[in-house]
Protein backbone atom coordinates (compact mmCIF):
# COMPACT_ATOMS: atom_id res chain seq x y z
CA UNK A 1 0.00 0.00 0.00
CA UNK A 2 2.38 2.67 -1.09
CA UNK A 3 -0.27 5.30 -2.01
CA UNK A 4 -0.78 6.61 1.32
CA UNK A 5 2.78 6.26 2.00
CA UNK A 6 4.23 9.66 1.54
CA UNK A 7 1.40 11.43 3.87
CA UNK A 8 1.16 8.93 6.90
CA UNK A 9 5.26 8.81 7.08
CA UNK A 10 4.96 12.61 7.81
CA UNK A 11 2.35 11.92 10.75
CA UNK A 12 4.67 9.01 12.14
CA UNK A 13 7.97 10.75 12.17
CA UNK A 14 6.02 13.45 13.90
CA UNK A 15 5.09 11.12 16.63
CA UNK A 16 8.09 10.11 17.39
CA UNK A 17 10.21 13.23 17.19
CA UNK A 18 12.27 11.56 20.19
CA UNK A 19 14.30 10.21 17.40
CA UNK A 20 15.80 13.55 17.03
CA UNK A 21 17.54 13.11 19.95
CA UNK A 22 19.61 9.91 18.41
CA UNK A 23 23.18 11.85 17.49
CA UNK A 24 25.56 10.52 15.47
CA UNK A 25 29.43 10.78 16.69
CA UNK A 26 30.47 13.62 15.01
CA UNK A 27 33.71 13.38 12.87
CA UNK A 28 34.78 13.64 9.31
CA UNK A 29 31.70 12.06 7.08
CA UNK A 30 28.94 12.66 9.19
CA UNK A 31 27.05 14.59 7.21
CA UNK A 32 27.36 11.47 4.46
CA UNK A 33 26.10 9.36 6.70
CA UNK A 34 23.08 11.34 7.72
CA UNK A 35 21.13 10.68 4.52
CA UNK A 36 20.43 7.25 6.03
CA UNK A 37 17.23 9.14 7.84
CA UNK A 38 15.43 9.12 4.76
CA UNK A 39 14.46 5.44 5.52
CA UNK A 40 15.73 4.95 9.23
CA UNK A 41 16.30 6.70 12.19
CA UNK A 42 20.14 6.81 12.97
CA UNK A 43 19.95 4.40 16.44
CA UNK A 44 20.39 1.82 13.67
CA UNK A 45 23.49 2.50 13.41
CA UNK A 46 25.11 2.74 17.38
CA UNK A 47 22.27 -0.51 17.79
CA UNK A 48 24.99 -2.56 15.06
CA UNK A 49 27.99 -1.59 16.99
CA UNK A 50 30.74 -2.29 17.36
CA UNK A 51 31.08 -5.63 15.72
CA UNK A 52 31.16 -4.84 11.57
CA UNK A 53 34.19 -3.90 10.60
CA UNK A 54 35.03 -1.54 7.03
CA UNK A 55 34.00 -4.63 4.95
CA UNK A 56 30.91 -5.51 7.05
CA UNK A 57 29.59 -1.82 6.86
CA UNK A 58 30.28 -1.69 3.71
CA UNK A 59 28.10 -4.60 2.59
CA UNK A 60 25.21 -3.09 5.07
CA UNK A 61 25.48 0.60 3.17
CA UNK A 62 25.44 -1.25 -0.34
CA UNK A 63 22.44 -3.47 0.89
CA UNK A 64 21.10 -0.56 1.39
CA UNK A 65 21.43 1.28 -2.14
CA UNK A 66 20.94 -2.16 -3.86
CA UNK A 67 18.08 -3.54 -2.27
CA UNK A 68 15.71 -0.74 -0.38
CA UNK A 69 16.91 1.23 -3.03
CA UNK A 70 18.05 4.14 -0.60
CA UNK A 71 18.66 7.50 -2.62
CA UNK A 72 22.34 7.44 -1.84
CA UNK A 73 24.79 8.22 -4.31
CA UNK A 74 27.65 5.38 -5.09
CA UNK A 75 30.89 7.63 -4.58
CA UNK A 76 29.12 8.35 -1.02
CA UNK A 77 29.55 4.34 -0.14
CA UNK A 78 33.39 4.45 0.54
CA UNK A 79 33.08 8.05 2.97
CA UNK A 80 30.19 6.67 5.00
CA UNK A 81 31.64 3.02 5.50
CA UNK A 82 34.62 4.73 6.77
CA UNK A 83 33.19 6.89 8.98
CA UNK A 84 30.96 3.85 10.11
CA UNK A 85 33.87 1.86 10.69
CA UNK A 86 35.95 4.80 12.36
CA UNK A 87 33.12 5.78 14.76
CA UNK A 88 31.11 2.32 14.68
CA UNK A 89 33.15 -0.11 14.02
CA UNK A 90 35.06 -3.19 14.99
CA UNK A 91 37.91 -2.08 17.84
CA UNK A 92 40.75 -2.51 15.74
CA UNK A 93 42.49 -3.58 18.56
CA UNK A 94 40.44 -5.18 21.29
CA UNK A 95 41.40 -5.17 24.76
CA UNK B 1 34.68 -27.21 33.15
CA UNK B 2 34.43 -27.85 36.44
CA UNK B 3 37.93 -26.08 37.07
CA UNK B 4 37.93 -23.16 35.36
CA UNK B 5 33.99 -22.76 37.04
CA UNK B 6 35.00 -20.80 40.23
CA UNK B 7 37.02 -18.27 38.39
CA UNK B 8 33.83 -17.63 36.31
CA UNK B 9 31.40 -17.37 39.18
CA UNK B 10 33.79 -14.95 40.53
CA UNK B 11 33.82 -12.61 38.05
CA UNK B 12 30.18 -13.04 37.54
CA UNK B 13 29.40 -12.18 41.19
CA UNK B 14 31.85 -9.24 40.79
CA UNK B 15 30.44 -7.42 37.77
CA UNK B 16 26.74 -7.94 40.05
CA UNK B 17 28.23 -6.53 43.14
CA UNK B 18 29.92 -3.75 40.68
CA UNK B 19 26.44 -2.97 38.79
CA UNK B 20 24.52 -2.62 43.06
CA UNK B 21 27.85 -0.22 43.77
CA UNK B 22 26.90 1.21 40.64
CA UNK B 23 23.52 1.96 41.63
CA UNK B 24 24.08 3.00 44.61
CA UNK B 25 26.48 5.62 43.05
CA UNK B 26 24.50 6.73 40.58
CA UNK B 27 22.66 6.27 37.29
CA UNK B 28 25.85 6.93 35.34
CA UNK B 29 27.39 3.30 36.27
CA UNK B 30 23.71 1.66 36.48
CA UNK B 31 22.83 -1.72 34.77
CA UNK B 32 22.05 -1.09 31.22
CA UNK B 33 18.39 -1.10 29.97
CA UNK B 34 17.38 -4.62 28.44
CA UNK B 35 20.81 -6.67 29.13
CA UNK B 36 20.78 -10.50 28.73
CA UNK B 37 23.85 -11.41 30.68
CA UNK B 38 21.61 -10.85 33.70
CA UNK B 39 19.49 -13.65 32.02
CA UNK B 40 22.74 -15.72 32.14
CA UNK B 41 22.76 -15.51 28.54
CA UNK B 42 25.07 -14.03 26.33
CA UNK B 43 24.77 -9.98 26.08
CA UNK B 44 24.06 -7.77 23.49
CA UNK B 45 26.46 -5.65 21.60
CA UNK B 46 27.85 -3.07 23.74
CA UNK B 47 26.48 -0.51 21.08
CA UNK B 48 23.52 -1.82 21.09
CA UNK B 49 23.53 -1.89 25.20
CA UNK B 50 24.30 1.78 24.97
CA UNK B 51 21.97 2.99 22.62
CA UNK B 52 18.39 1.39 24.53
CA UNK B 53 16.19 3.09 26.46
CA UNK B 54 12.80 2.62 28.08
CA UNK B 55 10.46 4.47 25.80
CA UNK B 56 6.56 4.58 25.65
CA UNK B 57 4.94 4.53 22.06
CA UNK B 58 1.59 6.10 22.21
CA UNK B 59 -0.79 3.80 24.06
CA UNK B 60 2.04 1.39 25.27
CA UNK B 61 4.14 0.79 28.24
CA UNK B 62 7.46 1.89 28.30
CA UNK B 63 9.59 -0.90 26.43
CA UNK B 64 13.12 -1.30 25.42
CA UNK B 65 13.60 1.18 22.25
CA UNK B 66 15.63 -0.43 20.03
CA UNK B 67 14.98 1.72 16.88
CA UNK B 68 12.14 4.92 16.66
CA UNK B 69 11.88 4.76 13.23
CA UNK B 70 10.62 1.83 12.07
CA UNK B 71 9.38 1.67 15.42
CA UNK B 72 11.08 -1.62 17.09
CA UNK B 73 10.33 -2.45 20.73
CA UNK B 74 10.72 -5.18 22.78
CA UNK B 75 9.00 -6.29 25.80
CA UNK B 76 10.97 -6.47 29.16
CA UNK B 77 11.57 -9.64 30.67
CA UNK B 78 9.31 -8.81 34.00
CA UNK B 79 6.38 -9.43 31.76
CA UNK B 80 6.67 -12.74 30.97
CA UNK B 81 6.15 -13.66 34.48
CA UNK B 82 2.37 -13.80 33.23
CA UNK B 83 1.31 -16.61 31.04
CA UNK B 84 -0.44 -13.90 28.89
CA UNK B 85 1.65 -10.82 28.00
CA UNK B 86 -0.37 -7.44 28.37
CA UNK B 87 -1.62 -5.34 25.24
CA UNK B 88 0.65 -2.91 26.04
CA UNK B 89 3.58 -4.33 26.63
CA UNK B 90 3.35 -6.71 23.23
CA UNK B 91 6.79 -5.97 21.75
CA UNK B 92 6.84 -4.09 18.80
CA UNK B 93 8.52 -4.70 15.04
CA UNK B 94 8.13 -3.23 11.69
CA UNK B 95 10.19 -3.66 8.73
CA UNK B 96 9.54 -0.19 6.92
CA UNK B 97 8.93 3.42 8.08
CA UNK B 98 5.47 4.01 6.21
CA UNK B 99 3.17 3.26 8.91
CA UNK B 100 0.30 3.91 9.00
CA UNK B 101 -1.89 6.36 11.29
CA UNK B 102 -4.73 4.96 13.65
CA UNK B 103 -6.66 3.38 11.25
CA UNK B 104 -10.20 3.79 11.74
CA UNK B 105 -11.98 1.08 11.58
CA UNK B 106 -14.91 2.27 9.37
CA UNK B 107 -12.47 2.69 6.28
CA UNK B 108 -10.27 -0.39 6.79
CA UNK B 109 -11.03 -3.08 4.21
CA UNK B 110 -9.67 -6.39 3.10
CA UNK B 111 -9.18 -7.51 -0.27
CA UNK B 112 -9.15 -11.08 -1.33
CA UNK B 113 -8.38 -12.42 -4.67
CA UNK B 114 -5.38 -13.61 -6.74
CA UNK B 115 -5.22 -15.79 -9.95
CA UNK B 116 -6.03 -18.82 -8.10
CA UNK B 117 -9.47 -17.07 -6.48
CA UNK B 118 -12.50 -17.86 -7.92
CA UNK B 119 -13.86 -14.72 -7.62
CA UNK B 120 -12.33 -11.41 -5.98
CA UNK B 121 -14.12 -10.20 -3.05
CA UNK B 122 -13.68 -7.33 -0.26
CA UNK B 123 -14.88 -7.14 2.62
CA UNK B 124 -15.41 -4.57 5.61
CA UNK B 125 -14.61 -5.10 9.01
CA UNK B 126 -18.32 -5.18 9.94
CA UNK B 127 -18.71 -7.45 7.05
CA UNK B 128 -16.16 -10.25 8.31
CA UNK B 129 -17.09 -10.12 11.91
CA UNK B 130 -20.77 -10.34 10.79
CA UNK B 131 -20.42 -13.29 8.20
CA UNK B 132 -18.13 -15.72 9.03
CA UNK B 133 -17.78 -17.95 12.78
CA UNK B 134 -15.50 -16.50 15.52
CA UNK B 135 -12.41 -18.23 16.10
CA UNK B 136 -9.70 -17.83 19.04
CA UNK B 137 -6.85 -19.27 19.53
CA UNK B 138 -3.89 -18.20 22.01
CA UNK B 139 -0.45 -17.97 20.47
CA UNK B 140 2.76 -17.23 20.93
CA UNK B 141 3.90 -14.37 18.69
CA UNK B 142 7.66 -14.31 18.37
CA UNK B 143 10.10 -12.66 15.98
CA UNK B 144 12.53 -15.49 14.15
CA UNK B 145 14.89 -12.57 15.02
CA UNK B 146 14.24 -13.29 18.99
CA UNK B 147 17.56 -13.01 20.95
CA UNK B 148 19.60 -11.89 17.49
CA UNK B 149 21.29 -9.84 19.52
CA UNK B 150 23.13 -12.73 21.69
CA UNK B 151 24.60 -14.49 18.74
CA UNK B 152 28.58 -15.26 18.87
CA UNK B 153 29.84 -13.73 16.44
CA UNK B 154 26.89 -10.39 16.56
CA UNK B 155 24.88 -10.04 13.10
CA UNK B 156 23.60 -6.88 11.50
CA UNK B 157 19.92 -6.64 11.93
CA UNK B 158 17.50 -5.66 14.74
CA UNK B 159 19.44 -6.57 18.22
CA UNK B 160 16.88 -8.10 19.86
CA UNK B 161 17.15 -9.37 23.20
CA UNK B 162 14.65 -11.94 24.70
CA UNK B 163 11.64 -9.85 24.84
CA UNK B 164 10.71 -9.82 20.47
CA UNK B 165 7.87 -12.07 21.51
CA UNK B 166 4.72 -12.19 23.63
CA UNK B 167 1.76 -14.50 24.15
CA UNK B 168 -1.63 -13.32 23.59
CA UNK B 169 -5.24 -14.66 23.10
CA UNK B 170 -6.00 -13.94 19.85
CA UNK B 171 -10.13 -13.69 18.44
CA UNK B 172 -10.91 -12.88 14.87
CA UNK B 173 -12.12 -15.29 11.88
CA UNK B 174 -10.89 -18.39 10.41
CA UNK B 175 -8.57 -17.54 7.02
CA UNK B 176 -9.69 -20.53 5.77
CA UNK B 177 -13.27 -19.65 5.57
CA UNK B 178 -12.74 -16.31 3.85
CA UNK B 179 -10.77 -17.94 1.31
CA UNK B 180 -13.56 -20.54 0.89
CA UNK B 181 -16.12 -17.90 0.08
CA UNK B 182 -13.88 -16.24 -2.36
CA UNK B 183 -13.26 -19.84 -3.67
CA UNK B 184 -9.82 -21.95 -4.75
CA UNK B 185 -8.63 -22.69 -7.68
CA UNK B 186 -7.14 -26.40 -8.07
CA UNK B 187 -3.38 -24.90 -9.19
CA UNK B 188 -3.56 -22.69 -5.94
CA UNK B 189 0.20 -22.61 -4.19
CA UNK B 190 0.28 -20.09 -1.60
CA UNK B 191 -1.69 -17.43 -0.09
CA UNK B 192 0.01 -14.01 -0.38
CA UNK B 193 -0.32 -11.63 1.84
CA UNK B 194 -0.16 -7.69 2.05
CA UNK B 195 -0.65 -4.91 5.09
CA UNK B 196 -1.53 -1.08 5.16
CA UNK B 197 2.22 -0.02 5.70
CA UNK B 198 4.88 0.39 3.22
CA UNK B 199 8.27 1.83 2.63
CA UNK B 200 9.55 5.15 3.51
CA UNK B 201 10.52 5.47 -0.52
CA UNK B 202 8.92 3.76 -3.38
CA UNK B 203 11.89 2.16 -4.54
CA UNK B 204 12.03 0.00 -1.44
CA UNK B 205 10.18 -3.59 -1.38
CA UNK B 206 6.92 -3.56 0.07
CA UNK B 207 6.78 -6.05 2.93
CA UNK B 208 4.98 -8.93 1.55
CA UNK B 209 4.51 -12.60 2.98
CA UNK B 210 2.90 -15.69 1.43
CA UNK B 211 2.53 -18.85 3.39
CA UNK B 212 1.55 -22.37 1.57
CA UNK B 213 -1.66 -22.53 1.24
CA UNK B 214 -2.05 -25.45 2.77
CA UNK B 215 -1.19 -23.64 6.17
CA UNK B 216 -2.96 -20.95 5.48
CA UNK B 217 -5.80 -23.32 5.32
CA UNK B 218 -5.80 -24.58 8.99
CA UNK B 219 -8.26 -24.27 11.33
CA UNK B 220 -5.72 -22.12 13.72
CA UNK B 221 -4.93 -19.41 11.01
CA UNK B 222 -6.99 -16.76 11.90
CA UNK B 223 -7.64 -12.78 10.67
CA UNK B 224 -7.90 -11.83 14.65
CA UNK B 225 -9.35 -8.20 15.46
CA UNK B 226 -8.97 -8.63 18.95
CA UNK B 227 -6.10 -9.57 21.61
CA UNK B 228 -6.64 -10.37 25.24
CA UNK B 229 -10.26 -9.52 24.89
CA UNK B 230 -9.93 -5.97 23.14
CA UNK B 231 -9.28 -4.63 19.74
CA UNK B 232 -5.69 -4.88 18.81
CA UNK B 233 -3.40 -2.01 19.51
CA UNK B 234 -2.40 -0.09 16.67
CA UNK B 235 1.05 -0.79 16.89
CA UNK B 236 0.36 -4.46 16.72
CA UNK B 237 -1.64 -4.40 13.85
CA UNK B 238 -5.17 -2.40 14.01
CA UNK B 239 -7.86 -3.16 12.74
CA UNK B 240 -6.59 -6.69 11.91
CA UNK B 241 -3.65 -9.30 11.87
CA UNK B 242 -2.92 -12.46 10.43
CA UNK B 243 -2.23 -15.11 13.22
CA UNK B 244 -0.21 -17.83 12.32
CA UNK B 245 0.18 -19.89 15.05
CA UNK B 246 3.32 -22.05 15.42
CA UNK B 247 5.49 -20.22 13.07
CA UNK B 248 7.16 -17.37 13.56
CA UNK B 249 6.19 -13.36 13.46
CA UNK B 250 7.08 -12.42 9.92
CA UNK B 251 4.08 -14.26 8.75
CA UNK B 252 1.68 -12.57 11.26
CA UNK B 253 0.99 -9.72 8.89
CA UNK B 254 -0.43 -6.49 10.73
CA UNK B 255 -3.08 -3.85 9.19
CA UNK B 256 -3.85 -6.88 7.08
CA UNK B 257 -5.23 -5.48 3.70
CA UNK B 258 -4.98 -7.92 1.01
CA UNK B 259 -4.90 -11.74 0.58
CA UNK B 260 -4.25 -12.98 -2.95
CA UNK B 261 -4.14 -16.75 -3.65
CA UNK B 262 -1.68 -17.64 -6.17
CA UNK B 263 -0.51 -20.42 -8.58
CA UNK B 264 3.12 -19.23 -8.57
CA UNK B 265 5.62 -19.27 -5.63
CA UNK B 266 5.76 -15.42 -4.23
CA UNK B 267 9.11 -14.07 -5.25
CA UNK B 268 8.99 -10.55 -3.81
CA UNK B 269 12.78 -9.78 -1.40
CA UNK B 270 10.93 -10.57 2.06
CA UNK B 271 10.22 -14.15 0.66
CA UNK B 272 12.96 -15.01 -1.45
CA UNK B 273 15.94 -13.21 0.39
CA UNK B 274 15.09 -12.24 4.05
CA UNK B 275 14.10 -14.67 6.47
CA UNK B 276 15.90 -17.39 5.28
CA UNK B 277 17.83 -20.25 6.49
CA UNK B 278 20.39 -22.05 5.55
CA UNK B 279 18.57 -25.45 4.14
CA UNK B 280 17.91 -28.39 7.00
CA UNK B 281 19.92 -26.27 9.51
CA UNK B 282 16.96 -26.64 11.72
CA UNK B 283 14.33 -29.68 11.75
CA UNK B 284 11.40 -27.46 10.73
CA UNK B 285 8.93 -27.81 8.45
CA UNK B 286 10.11 -27.05 4.77
CA UNK B 287 7.73 -24.28 2.71
CA UNK B 288 8.09 -26.70 -0.23
CA UNK B 289 7.17 -23.94 -3.20
CA UNK B 290 10.13 -22.10 -1.90
CA UNK B 291 12.94 -24.53 -2.43
CA UNK B 292 14.55 -22.21 -5.48
CA UNK B 293 18.22 -21.39 -3.92
CA UNK B 294 20.58 -22.96 -1.41
CA UNK B 295 18.74 -21.88 1.45
CA UNK B 296 14.91 -21.93 2.62
CA UNK B 297 12.51 -19.49 3.87
CA UNK B 298 12.52 -20.07 7.89
CA UNK B 299 9.15 -21.42 8.81
CA UNK B 300 8.23 -22.31 12.42
CA UNK B 301 9.59 -21.53 15.92
CA UNK B 302 12.05 -23.85 18.03
CA UNK B 303 11.39 -25.08 21.58
CA UNK B 304 12.96 -22.49 23.96
CA UNK B 305 12.31 -21.30 27.17
CA UNK B 306 12.88 -18.17 29.43
CA UNK B 307 13.61 -18.32 33.11
CA UNK B 308 12.34 -14.91 34.40
CA UNK B 309 12.87 -15.75 38.58
CA UNK B 310 16.74 -15.42 38.52
CA UNK B 311 18.93 -13.04 37.94
CA UNK B 312 22.78 -14.08 37.17
CA UNK B 313 24.74 -12.92 40.02
CA UNK B 314 21.53 -13.55 42.50
CA UNK B 315 22.62 -13.79 45.52
CA UNK B 316 19.90 -16.50 47.78
CA UNK B 317 19.82 -17.23 51.51
CA UNK B 318 20.64 -20.24 52.78
CA UNK B 319 18.08 -22.16 53.98
CA UNK B 320 15.94 -20.48 51.18
CA UNK B 321 14.44 -21.88 47.94
CA UNK B 322 15.95 -21.81 44.94
CA UNK B 323 12.89 -20.53 42.93
CA UNK B 324 12.91 -21.42 39.46
CA UNK B 325 10.46 -20.13 37.39
CA UNK B 326 9.48 -19.43 33.97
CA UNK B 327 7.56 -20.01 30.22
CA UNK B 328 8.29 -22.67 28.07
CA UNK B 329 7.10 -22.76 24.51
CA UNK B 330 7.47 -24.30 20.56
CA UNK B 331 5.30 -24.06 17.49
CA UNK B 332 2.51 -26.34 18.74
CA UNK B 333 2.99 -30.19 19.09
CA UNK B 334 3.05 -28.75 23.02
CA UNK B 335 5.51 -28.89 25.96
CA UNK B 336 6.63 -32.55 27.44
CA UNK B 337 8.57 -30.94 29.79
CA UNK B 338 10.77 -28.80 31.38
CA UNK B 339 14.02 -30.14 33.39
CA UNK B 340 15.96 -27.94 35.89
CA UNK B 341 19.57 -28.44 36.76
CA UNK B 342 20.83 -26.43 39.71
CA UNK B 343 24.06 -27.87 39.53
CA UNK B 344 25.33 -27.11 35.88
CA UNK B 345 23.57 -29.81 34.29
CA UNK B 346 25.42 -32.43 36.24
CA UNK B 347 21.79 -33.56 36.92
CA UNK B 348 18.52 -32.73 36.13
CA UNK B 349 14.67 -32.52 37.40
CA UNK B 350 11.23 -32.48 35.86
CA UNK B 351 9.77 -28.83 36.69
CA UNK B 352 6.25 -28.65 37.69
CA UNK B 353 3.99 -27.64 34.43
CA UNK B 354 1.31 -25.02 35.09
CA UNK B 355 -2.04 -25.05 33.02
CA UNK B 356 -1.96 -25.59 29.28
CA UNK B 357 -3.26 -22.32 27.90
CA UNK B 358 -3.68 -24.14 24.52
CA UNK B 359 -0.70 -26.28 22.93
CA UNK B 360 0.70 -22.72 20.78
CA UNK B 361 0.96 -20.63 24.13
CA UNK B 362 3.39 -19.56 27.15
CA UNK B 363 3.86 -23.05 29.51
CA UNK B 364 4.33 -22.04 32.86
CA UNK B 365 6.97 -24.62 34.41
CA UNK B 366 8.43 -23.98 38.02
CA UNK B 367 10.54 -25.83 40.59
CA UNK B 368 11.82 -24.87 44.07
CA UNK B 369 14.50 -26.36 45.91
CA UNK B 370 16.13 -25.13 49.15
CA UNK B 371 19.55 -23.55 48.55
CA UNK B 372 21.37 -26.53 51.34
CA UNK B 373 24.73 -25.34 51.33
CA UNK B 374 27.04 -22.44 50.59
CA UNK B 375 28.72 -21.61 47.02
CA UNK B 376 28.00 -20.98 43.81
CA UNK B 377 25.42 -22.35 41.65
CA UNK B 378 24.48 -22.43 38.28
CA UNK B 379 20.94 -22.76 37.22
CA UNK B 380 19.87 -24.47 33.44
CA UNK B 381 16.25 -25.33 32.51
CA UNK B 382 15.83 -26.69 29.41
CA UNK B 383 12.44 -27.41 27.39
CA UNK B 384 11.20 -30.56 25.62
CA UNK B 385 8.61 -30.53 23.00
CA UNK B 386 6.03 -33.51 22.38
CA UNK B 387 7.94 -34.54 19.16
CA UNK B 388 11.11 -34.90 21.14
CA UNK B 389 12.74 -31.64 20.22
CA UNK B 390 14.60 -29.90 22.89
CA UNK B 391 16.53 -27.15 23.07
CA UNK B 392 20.16 -25.64 21.77
CA UNK B 393 23.21 -26.56 24.28
CA UNK B 394 25.38 -24.18 21.98
CA UNK B 395 24.44 -21.75 19.80
CA UNK B 396 23.00 -23.07 16.00
CA UNK B 397 25.12 -20.10 14.24
CA UNK B 398 22.96 -18.81 10.94
CA UNK B 399 24.03 -15.56 9.41
CA UNK B 400 20.54 -13.69 9.46
CA UNK B 401 20.71 -14.89 13.58
CA UNK B 402 17.11 -16.61 14.00
CA UNK B 403 16.04 -19.75 16.17
CA UNK B 404 18.60 -18.59 19.63
CA UNK B 405 17.17 -21.16 21.75
CA UNK B 406 20.21 -22.13 24.05
CA UNK B 407 19.74 -23.01 27.47
CA UNK B 408 20.34 -19.83 29.94
CA UNK B 409 23.20 -20.90 33.08
CA UNK B 410 21.98 -18.10 35.55
CA UNK B 411 25.01 -18.29 38.22
CA UNK B 412 23.43 -17.66 41.54
CA UNK B 413 25.84 -17.54 44.80
CA UNK B 414 24.12 -19.16 47.80
CA UNK B 415 24.96 -17.16 51.15
Redesign the interface.
Known amino acids: MRILGAVLLIASASALAQEDKVVLKDAPGRDKAQQCIACHSLDYIPMNSRFLDKAGWTASVNKMINVFGAPIAKEDVEAIATYLAENYGKPVNPK | VKARKPDLVRRHLLQGAGALGALAAGRALSAPVGGTASLGLAEL????L???TL?A??GKLPLI???????NFETPVEYFRTPITPNKAFFVRYHL?????PIKAADWSLSVDGDSAERPLKFTLEQLKKEFQPAQVTAVCQCSGNRRGLFE??V????WGAGAMGNALWRGVRLKDVLARAGIKSGALEVVM?????????????FVKSLPIDVAMTDDVLIAFEMNGQPLPHWNGFPARLIVPGWTGTYWVKHL?SVRVVSAPEKN?WMS?AYRLPRGLFQTPTFKSQLYSPNEPITTMVVNSLVVSLKNGQQIQRGKPIDVRGVAWDRGNGIAKVEVSTDTGSTWKPAKLGKEHGRYGFREFSLSEPARESGSRVIMARATSNSGETQAEHLVFNPAGYHHNVIQRIYVEIV
Open positions: PDGTAEQYLPKKTFRPPAGIPQPHAGVEDGADGPAIPKTPDSFT
